[in-house]
């Protein structure tokens, strides 16, 4: 990562459950580290519930949207409603890749 910002081209490692999603143009890395889910948790409530309501398709968009904010890495000045922009404009359909990187490995932890 550069001092500026996220670098342009930001590959998640899979081996950490990284993801990435595009805000402004450029690619962004999601990363479940421990701080990040307990805020994300702190914010959402327990994460075992909200992997109980994604596995029953009941996960709702706002929910996604922070999960995304607290795991992003480098978000600098990205406000949650940015972040929630950012999954409309990918779109739910490819949200869910990077989703189901995260809960994995909120579920399985690191290999």
């Known amino acids: ?6 670098t342009p081209n930001a590959q998640p490692n899979s081996q950490r459950g990284e993801a ?3 805000i402004g143009g450029r690619s962004h ?7 990040a889910l307990v805020a994300a948790e702190e914010q959402l409530g327990p994460l075992f519930a909200l992997v109980e ?5 009941r996960l709702a968009l706002q929910e996604i949207a922070t999960l995304f904010w607290h795991c992003c890495q480098d978000r600098g000045d990205i406000s949650q409603v940015q972040m929630g922009d950012a999954v409309m404009e990918t779109g739910l359909a490819a949200c869910s890749t990077p989703l189901r990187s995260l809960l994995q490995q909120i579920l399985q932890g690191s290999a």
């Open 1 to 6: 990562m550069t001092a500026g910002g996220p």
């Open 20 to 22: 990435s999603i595009i």
């Open 29 to 35: 890395i999601l990363r479940p580290t421990f701080a």
């Open 53 to 57: 309501r994604a596995g029953e398709g």
